[in-house]
């Protein structure tokens, strides 16, 4: 490159670092975005934060009108959770980001439709940001590390901080799953209105509620399923956190030093004192001939860490 072209891109690129464009996430050791006031978005993520802030300020005008919603609205809260998360730990997690097995086509959509639905973004830039995450584990450029920007930064801030994930680097392989990028907004408009066709009560927790509280089962796989006490920074700070999963409904997210051991397993939970809901649903689903290639880990490694 000659030298005039390079010093107009470096200058560029100051310039976009001074008025905090990330533009995408292979940065972020760079720009270190947690020190921003956790108001500020990267350049394409105020749809994010805003969207965060709806459903936080209309769960907790929902749960001050209508507290206790009737069992069916419970039950049907529940279930649409129960579904969204194993859309997220299956479709997403292991079939996606890691090619732990291959799902039916037909199966593999209705997952993802009801992953989108539960808030979890879409497909290709969920598995994006965590191919990254774990190329990049508790470095500085890691997306969503809590050593380096912290627990609230790990949490939630990186949804709307850290910048679009480099799809073009880390998934070049999935994208077949760029139309869900397109479908995610009028997804989640019917995920958080859709609900009023039931009554106002329905409205708040088959909505807002429902999707608040599994943005944050999620989450805590990012904050508290990476502060293993004692490490060193920039060492493996994954840990298994037992409590979690009753946030997940025993679905195996919480098993998070199992899975960053072993990452391309399709087995989360290592022991029958590792209850893994997720892939026990994928048993079922290699069962009936709808999931195939489904890898485990090996016996030792069960052992190992379940011990």
């Avoid at 891109?9 to 464009?21: D, I, K, P, V, Y």
């Avoid at 679905?251 to 026990?280: F, I, K, M, T």
């Amino acid at each position: 490159m000659p030298s005039s072209a390079a010093a107009q891109l470096s200058s560029t690129e100051a310039l976009q670092e001074r008025a905090g464009s990330t533009r995408d996430s292979r940065r972020l050791g760079q720009i270190r975005p947690w020190e921003w006031p956790w108001w500020r978005t990267s350049e394409n993520d105020l749809f994010v934060f805003l969207w965060v802030v709806l459903i936080h300020v209309t769960a907790v005008v929902g749960l001050v009108l209508y507290p206790l919603p009737g069992w069916r609205v419970f039950l049907g809260a529940i279930g649409l959770a129960w579904i969204g998360g194993i859309g997220t730990t299956v479709a997403y997690h292991r079939a996606t980001a890691h090619r732990a097995l291959k799902l039916n086509p037909w199966v593999r959509s209705v997952l993802i439709f009801f992953a989108v639905a539960n808030g979890s973004g879409n497909p290709l830039t969920w598995a994006a940001a965590h191919r990254l995450h774990h190329a990049k584990a508790d470095t500085p450029d890691d997306v969503s590390s809590p050593m380096w920007g912290g627990f609230w930064w790990a949490h939630l801030r990186w949804l709307w901080q850290a910048g679009d994930p480099p799809i073009d680097r880390y998934c070049s392989d999935l994208k077949s799953l760029a139309a869900w990028r397109w479908m995610q907004p009028p997804i989640l408009a019917l995920s958080f209105l859709g609900p009023l066709y039931f009554g106002v009560c329905a409205f708040f927790w088959l909505g807002a509620i429902r999707l608040v509280f599994s943005l944050h089962a999620q989450c805590f796989v990012n904050s508290i399923c990476h502060s293993e006490p004692g490490v060193a920074l920039g060492e493996d700070s994954s840990r298994n956190v037992a409590w979690l999963g009753l946030m997940h409904f025993l679905q195996g997210e919480n098993w998070h030093r199992n899975h960053h051991a072993r990452p391309g397993s399709a087995r989360l939970g290592w022991s029958w004192r590792q209850p893994d809901v997720g892939y026990l649903f994928i048993v079922a689903l290699e069962r009936m001939h709808l999931a195939t290639d489904v890898r485990r880990p090996h016996a030792q490694d069960r052992l190992d860490l379940a011990s």
